[in-house]
């Protein structure tokens, strides 16, 4: 029985293949061609516009910020920690601050929501519901940054950036107009309540510390008038025993001798009160009893009254009412930031190279397919499969 070698028709020849492509390489590139063309001409008809859209937040300048200089020495208080003086301000307008304010005012995105509702930047109607828009809106939002400002080898950016993505240059410029406005009228209303809110602090501080003095004030007193009441108790009785004594006179024997220019009295301070006799120890009852003005021998209260009239007469948050009264913030055109909207850079998002690369791809892998079931139809057509 001979044998006969078997073949097999649905074995690939990869030589053939290749060959067969470098043949139709004329037709792979027309139909490449073919497709670069047609992009070419969609991006003519129907370009694309979609942009990234760069707006600098600066901080107000020196001499701006020089109004703000007369307000903010106005509130400083000075703290005695120990032996070192602490300076330290209740209430202050710094460049940082400001700018601060207004970017989280950004951040919070309310206001880029409203804005972006209220110019339309999307199309209800190309929606189904109103929470698809809103969530729409929400996510275009979420997607908007402000880059902060940094200094590195390879990239410095000076000031923050407001930065996002799309595809109308007025409408974007008309939102940015708003959101401008309104973040410098929320940043406004936010530093005078701060301010009310500290006012209505230090006040009632004050408020508090009269009340406070006034309680040390009537206890000193009380406390003078019970030492008083002691006081004639004490001496009473000594005067009694001095006269049944009939001690009329001071016996207590007293040396005096000078030391380094001081007097010092040696008194037998074990001595009973009565020895120095009722004449003496009577004129002190009569005196202390006749006393019409008993804050000259209160302890302390001189001392009390001079902190109650230093309080009563501060007038530092008159004085930072006033100066904040004068400073931009009671103005019409007051500004946190220096945000000027017709410096935006609009830097076109193009992605025609990248659509092109895939024409190219694409357009390749279709002509070999093209060359490659061309060539098996020819073939076909040439070696006919007899049945």
């Not at 408020?207 to 009441?229: E, G, P, Q, S």
């Not at 302390?300 to 109650?308: A, T």
Request: hydrophobic letters at 40%; proline letters at 2%.
């Amino acid at each position: 029985m001979s044998k006969v070698p078997l073949t097999y028709d649905d074995e690939i020849d990869l030589l053939s293949l290749i060959q067969t492509i470098w043949d139709g390489k004329w037709k792979i590139a027309s139909i490449i061609a073919v497709c670069l063309l047609s992009v070419f001409g969609f991006n003519i008809v129907k370009p694309n516009t979609s942009f990234i859209a760069s707006t600098e937040i600066k901080p107000i300048t020196s001499s701006e910020f020089d109004q703000y200089s007369l307000f903010n020495d106005s509130l400083k208080i000075i703290e005695k920690i120990e032996t070192d003086n602490k300076t330290f301000n209740i209430f202050e307008i710094s460049q940082n601050f400001l700018i601060n304010l207004y970017i989280e005012q950004i951040e919070e995105g309310s206001l880029l929501e409203a804005a972006t509702d209220k110019f339309n930047l999307f199309n209800k109607d190309d929606f189904d519901s109103e929470n698809d828009y809103k969530e729409a809106v929400e996510k275009f939002v979420s997607e908007i940054e402000v880059l902060k400002p940094i200094k590195e080898k390879n990239k410095i950016r000076l000031h923050h950036v407001l930065r996002a993505e799309y595809d109308n240059k007025d409408k974007w410029k008309q939102l940015l107009t708003f959101v401008n406005n309104e973040a410098n009228r929320k940043v406004k209303a936010t530093i005078i309540n701060r301010f009310a809110t500290i006012v209505s602090i230090q006040n009632q501080k004050k408020n508090f510390a009269l009340k406070d003095m006034d309680i040390k004030i009537d206890n000193v007193k009380k406390d003078y008038d019970r030492h008083t009441k002691d006081r004639l108790a004490f001496l009473t009785e000594q005067a009694a025993i001095a006269k049944k004594l009939d001690i009329e006179k001071n016996t207590i024997a007293s040396q005096r001798f000078s030391t380094q220019n001081t007097f010092v009295t040696n008194v037998q301070t074990d001595a009973p009160f009565y020895l120095r006799g009722y004449l003496a120890i009577e004129e002190e009852i009569k005196q202390m009893t006749s006393r019409n003005d008993k804050n000259a021998f209160t302890d302390d209260l001189y001392k009390l009254e001079q902190q109650k009239r230093d309080l009563e007469q501060d007038e530092t948050v008159k004085r930072a009412i006033e100066l904040f009264n004068k400073t931009p913030l009671n103005q019409s055109n007051f500004q946190a930031t220096i945000v000027k909207v017709a410096t935006t850079d609009f830097e076109e998002n193009n992605k025609s190279q990248l659509y092109y690369i895939l024409t190219i791809v694409l357009g390749s892998i279709g002509g070999v397919v093209y060359v490659l079931i061309a060539n098996a139809f020819k073939n076909r057509r040439i070696n006919p499969v007899s049945s």
